[in-house]
């Protein structure tokens, strides 16, 4: 689609009276771009795609997951038409069928996306309980514990990992830390409240640490 965007302008200026196969695709396109907008006009169609960077700004980075169901609703409605057929209207002219692929492509994000939010927030719902818990947990355990912990010259693997995890997290910048390094952590009073005060907020680095010592055999929280 980006490498045919010159071609709008001119392709759009000659058709006054488009057929349906042009018409409907790209006023599904304007609604899904401009939702604000009542009553999508063909004028308002050439008016909005009158500017060729529309295709590299608006088109490129436009997220479907932001779609109302209202939106949803009056696209389906377009797409329901006879003359929707991309691999028709492909044929017939190359620069709508596009319009209309990307038109389809992003419904079917937007749909997916709605049918997976509800399971989406659940899941986030039951995590945040879980993550409650084990805070409570936490705070439970007295440094005298944590401290005995640190005296221990060679743990189960298990707990090398839980701690090495929780180090990646809240210390991120020291990477991944042998067992003499956190035994060390463990005695820093302010180890635990930082794990207590974490944020969620993880770099991509951090992310595939903390990944590859969960899949480990050894991670157990059962």
């Known amino acids: 689609l980006c490498s045919q965007k010159g071609n709008f302008p001119e392709l759009l200026r000659k058709l006054d009276k488009p057929p349906d196969h042009i018409r409907i695709p790209m006023e599904a396109a304007v609604l899904l771009l401009m939702p604000s907008v009542r009553n999508i006009t ?27 169901q209202d939106t949803r609703d009056k696209v389906k409605t377009l797409m329901r038409s006879k003359v929707w057929d991309v691999n028709a209207i492909m044929r017939e002219n190359f620069i709508i069928g596009s319009v209309a692929s990307w038109v389809q492509q992003q419904m079917e ?64 910048h020291l990477g991944k830390p042998t067992w003499k390094e956190l035994q060390t952590a463990l005695r820093d009073s302010s180890f635990i409240p930082d794990i207590l005060n974490f944020d969620g907020n993880l770099t991509e680095d951090a992310k595939s640490k903390v990944d590859e010592l969960i899949g480990s055999r050894a991670w157990d929280v059962s």
């Not at 063909?42 to 109302?68: G, K, P, S």
């Not at 189960?156 to 809240?170: L, T």
């Open 42 to 68: 063909w004028e308002e169609v050439r008016r909005h795609f009158r500017d060729e960077n529309v295709i590299e700004t608006d088109m490129r980075i436009f997220q479907a997951e932001t779609l109302q």
């Open 109 to 172: 994000i937007a749909y997916c996306h709605a049918e997976m939010k509800p399971l989406m927030t659940a899941r986030t719902k039951l995590a945040q309980q879980a993550l409650e818990q084990a805070k409570d947990d936490i705070r439970a355990i007295n440094m005298a514990t944590v401290r005995e912990v640190a005296l221990l010259g060679k743990p189960p693997e298990g707990i090398i990992i839980a701690f090495q995890a929780a180090s990646v997290m809240v210390r991120p």
